[in-house]
C-alpha cells in the first residue's frame, strides 16, 4: 500500500492544472479548454525533440531532469493516511525540503548558463522567494514535531488528532500557509503570472524561455506534480484516524478539486503584486507559520 500516495498524486497532477484553468473560464464567462488540456501540451512537448542553444552547456541540458527527479523523489515521502509514503524516515521533512530545494537549485543556474539577462533576471527572483518562504515551511513543521513528538511526516499525520477547536483553527492556518507556499513555488498568481508575456515582470516563465521540446514538457509536468504533492500534504491534515483506505480516497480528491478551485479562484480576483511587495507578502506567511508555533505551544500548555 506504501504505492498509493504515489499513484494518487499523479492521478490528482493529470487533472489539477486543468481545473484551475477551468475555474479561471468560468469565473471570466469563457467557455475554456477541457480540464485534461494541460496534460495534451505536456504529452504534445514530451514527443518533440529539445533545441539547446550553442552558448549553454551540459546544466542546462541536464537541469529539466534533475527537477523532475527532485519533484518525483520528494512525492515518495509523502504518506497517506494511516500509510508511509515509500520513503519514510525519522527527519524526512527536512529531506524533503532539500530536495525541492536541489530541483530549484538546478533550473536557477541553467537559465544562468544560457547567457541571458533576462533568465538571469528571473533566477535572481525565484532564488530570492525560496529563500524568504524557506523560514515559514520549517516553523509549520516544527510546530508540528513539537505538537506530535514525532519528527517524519508519517509519524506526525498519523498521531495528529483533530477533537478541539484550537487544534482545528491550527489545521486549517497550516493549510492556509501550504496553499501559499505552493503557489509561491510554482509562481502563481499574486506572485508572478504564468500568463505574462513581458519579460521584466516574469520570474518562472523567464527562467525557462530557451526550454523546449522534451525538457519543457519535463518542467511543466513538475509543475503539475508539485501542486498536487502540496494538496496531498494538506490532504494528510483532515484524515479521520484509523479510516481505510478506501474511505480516505474520496476525501483526498476531493481536497485536491478544492485546493484546485482555490487557487483558480486567487487567480481570478487577485491582482498581482508590485514586485517590491512580494517579499513583504512572503513574510506574512512567516508570521502566519509563528502563530501556529505560539498556537501550540498554548495547546500543549507551555504557555498560559
Request: hydrophobic share 55%; charged share 10%; with cysteine.
Amino acid at each position: 500500500m506504501n504505492v498509493l500516495s504515489l499513484i494518487l498524486i499523479l492521478v490528482s497532477s493529470i487533472f489539477f492544472t486543468g481545473i484551475v484553468i477551468r475555474t479561471k473560464s468560468i469565473f471570466s464567462g469563457r467557455k475554456g479548454p477541457s480540464v485534461f488540456q494541460p496534460l495534451k501540451d505536456v504529452w504534445r512537448l514530451i514527443r518533440k525533440g529539445a533545441v539547446y542553444s550553442e552558448t549553454s552547456s551540459y546544466i542546462f541540458q541536464i537541469a529539466p531532469g534533475i527537477y523532475f527527479a527532485s519533484v518525483l523523489m520528494a512525492i515518495f515521502i509523502i504518506p497517506f493516511g494511516n500509510q508511509p509514503g515509500l520513503i519514510s524516515f525519522k527527519g524526512d521533512f527536512v529531506f524533503f525540503a532539500y530536495l525541492l530545494g536541489l530541483g530549484k537549485f538546478f533550473m536557477i543556474i541553467s537559465a544562468l548558463d544560457t547567457g541571458s539577462c533576462f533568465e538571469g533576471m528571473g533566477a535572481s527572483r525565484e532564488a530570492l522567494y525560496s529563500l524568504l518562504v524557506e523560514p515559514a515551511f520549517f516553523i509549520l513543521m516544527g510546530s508540528f514535531v513539537l505538537l506530535s513528538g514525532h519528527t517524519s511526516f508519517f509519524e506526525i499525520f498519523g498521531s495528529m488528532h483533530l477533537g478541539s477547536f484550537l487544534s482545528y483553527a491550527i489545521a486549517a492556518l497550516a493549510a492556509i500557509v501550504l496553499i501559499a507556499i505552493a503557489l509561491i513555488e510554482n509562481s502563481r498568481m499574486p506572485i508572478d503570472d504564468p500568463k505574462t508575456h513581458l519579460e521584466l515582470t516574469m520570474i518562472h516563465e523567464v527562467m525557462i524561455l530557451d526550454n523546449s521540446g522534451f525538457d519543457l514538457g519535463l518542467i511543466l509536468f513538475a509543475t503539475n506534480l508539485k501542486f498536487a504533492m502540496y494538496g496531498a500534504l494538506i490532504a494528510n491534515f483532515f484524515f479521520i484516524p484509523d479510516f481505510e483506505w478506501y474511505f480516505s480516497i474520496p476525501v483526498f480528491f476531493g481536497i485536491q478539486i478544492f485546493f484546485a478551485i482555490i487557487v483558480g479562484f486567487v487567480e481570478s480576483f487577485m491582482a498581482r503584486f508590485r514586485m517590491n511587495h512580494n517579499p513583504q507578502y512572503i513574510y506574512m506567511l512567516t508570521s502566519i507559520a509563528g502563530l501556529i508555533f505560539l498556537s501550540v505551544l498554548l495547546l500543549l500548555g507551555k504557555i498560559s
